[in-house]
């Protein structure tokens, strides 16, 4: 474990980790030399992935063949030119040379920037020439690699395509190409081993509204994940730790690699294609994994099964993040486990910022509180200080220190980055309270709260208490134009498998949420879906149906 050379390990209390907590970032620090190969060199054996897929494939990987794949993968994109600086595109879903290919990029100072396997023509396109990309390495897959294909003949940008995991007519094979070059790879000096002068990742944001929003981090950014799995995810050197997430995603930078591996911890990587709650429960019990993290999704469709034919014994932490978390998803999976669901918060702009740490007693529904080194606060529409209990901005001040982990900026858009970042205040664009505790509670994006005869209404509130109801899968509430109260509430419901929809239901769901929430909230509107619009990143898009009720009407 190399934590305690970036901070100290030992807190007493949540209140000794706030004030106390800090991470050293070293002039220099390179996650790909002074993590992986650090601990390769002291222990090559030890475990660093174990991966395996739905064909019952499995691979173990230690530090050691960490270190040297990577090596090689560096000593083969510098042969096609790659330096720092220069932009590479990922698109390899949760294909174990993933780690290889972005530890490389590491170590060369290139800029790794992961994405999706379900982009379209039109998304490599705006992608390779808004962040100048030459370079896409993908896995072997007809649909990929033929977007692609139909993409680069307009692209001068992309000199280079490399597919992993079978050979495609016209790219560059992976696997045959690393193998002619050696497994030592020097570390870059002077001006090339800068951490302030390199973008370590580029992040495309899934976009609930509008293009994606280029978010780029420098070389500091893993050290800020010591918060996200040292101290939200409570590993260790004996962890197993599995992050539903494909690489494609920050998700994949929250719980499958940084902080994970500066903590000591095994990554467990379960790579398919379709989610199936029965193959997911098997494979976490077959290899014991120790720490989970998913999206409440995951953990909704966990609570519909019967996990008890599980053997989950090894399984001693779970988490969640991605969207809040229900009530009564966390109530029931502690029911069926034992295990308390721990909440943590953050952006692709930032680490882990606000978490139910292990020293806290969960509020379910709560975000938790503060990270060590984020001055967060809830701010009105004029920046003043919201009293607990009253809504507002949920920002992170700067003024006096930018945390490890924060963003550096929007890439090439210095007025968007203004937008949200100015005068040491970076606004999240979410809205939020803080209790009397402390704690913070989630009440929505800010483009999503409904104003309803002069109350402010948050989605998440109506949507909890609506997952509440046995006959609701899944929902989204949204806000429909009203000419008496400006606005009222609409449900988007998916119904639990044998549930049919029927106006009793409506009047049934209506009741309900009446009842279990404040009652001016409750759903005028409830309209029953098969599917919700989603984000590629599996985010509800509220702005789709609220832009599909307008065209409606």
Not at 513 to 533: C, D, G, H, M, Q
Request: net charge negative; with cysteine.
């Amino acid at each position: 474990m190399l934590v305690d050379k970036y901070t100290k390990l030992k807190y007493e209390s949540y209140e000794d980790f706030e004030k106390n907590c800090r991470i050293t970032v070293p002039d220099n620090f390179n996650f790909g030399f002074d993590i992986v190969d650090e601990i390769a060199n002291s222990n090559p054996d030890k475990k660093a992935m174990i991966w395996c897929n739905e064909e019952g494939e499995e691979k173990t990987l230690t530090f050691g063949d960490i270190k040297n794949k990577s090596a090689q993968t560096a000593n083969f994109f510098k042969s096609l030119g790659i330096k720092k600086g220069d932009s590479v595109m990922l698109m390899l879903k949760r294909r174990y040379e993933y780690w290889f290919c972005v530890v490389a990029l590491h170590k060369i100072g290139a800029v790794a920037i992961p994405a999706t396997h379900l982009l379209t023509v039109k998304d490599i396109k705006y992608r390779v020439k808004a962040a100048n990309i030459k370079m896409i390495v993908s896995a072997a897959d007809k649909r990929i690699t033929d977007v692609v294909n139909e993409a680069k003949n307009e692209l001068d940008e992309l000199k280079y395509v490399v597919s992993v995991n079978g050979n495609t007519d016209g790219w560059l094979d992976y696997s045959k190409e690393i193998e002619k070059f050696s497994h030592i790879f020097e570390r870059p000096q002077g001006e090339d081993a800068s951490v302030k002068s390199n973008i370590l990742l580029l992040y495309f944001t899934s976009g609930t509204t509008g293009m994606p929003k280029m978010v780029y981090h420098d070389s500091s950014y893993p050290l800020g994940h010591i918060l996200t799995a040292k101290f939200w995810q409570n590993l260790d050197n004996d962890s197993i730790h599995l992050t539903v997430a494909d690489t494609g995603w920050a998700k994949a930078s929250w719980g499958k690699i940084y902080g994970q591996w500066i903590s000591g911890a095994c990554i467990f990587t379960y790579d398919y294609e379709r989610f199936h709650v029965k193959e997911l429960m098997s494979v976490i019990a077959k290899h014991g994994v120790t720490s989970f993290c998913a999206p409440p999704t995951i953990y909704r469709h966990i609570i519909k099964e019967d996990i008890s034919k599980y053997d989950l014994s090894k399984l001693k932490y779970v988490e969640t993040a991605g969207e809040p978390l229900n009530p009564e998803v966390f109530h029931q999976f502690k029911k069926m486990t034992g295990l308390e669901i721990k909440e943590g918060f953050g952006q692709t702009e930032t680490v882990v910022f606000a978490a139910t740490f292990p020293w806290m007693t969960p509020k379910p529904g709560s975000m938790g509180k503060p990270a060590a080194g984020w001055d967060v606060d809830i701010v009105d529409d004029e920046n003043n200080v919201c009293e607990p209990g009253q809504e507002g901005h949920l920002v992170i001040r700067t003024d006096k220190e930018k945390p490890v982990g924060l963003f550096c900026g929007y890439y090439k858009d210095e007025a968007l980055t203004k937008s949200a970042w100015s005068d040491g205040i970076y606004d999240t664009g979410d809205m939020a309270y803080k209790d009397e505790d402390g704690y913070l509670w989630f009440v929505g994006r800010s483009d999503d709260v409904i104003k309803s005869s002069g109350y402010r209404i948050g989605p998440f509130e109506v949507e909890s208490a609506l997952i509440e109801h046995p006959s609701v899968l899944e929902c989204a509430v949204t806000g429909v134009p009203d000419e008496e109260r400006g606005a009222i509430v609409k449900a988007t419901v998916i119904l639990a498998k044998g549930c049919n929809p029927s106006q009793e239901l409506i009047i049934e769901l209506q009741e309900h949420v009446k009842k279990t929430t404040a009652p001016y909230k409750y759903p005028r509107i409830i309209e029953f879906v098969k599917e919700l619009p989603k984000t590629i990143s599996g985010k509800i898009r509220r702005v789709e149906i609220r832009e599909n009720d307008e065209k409606n009407n």
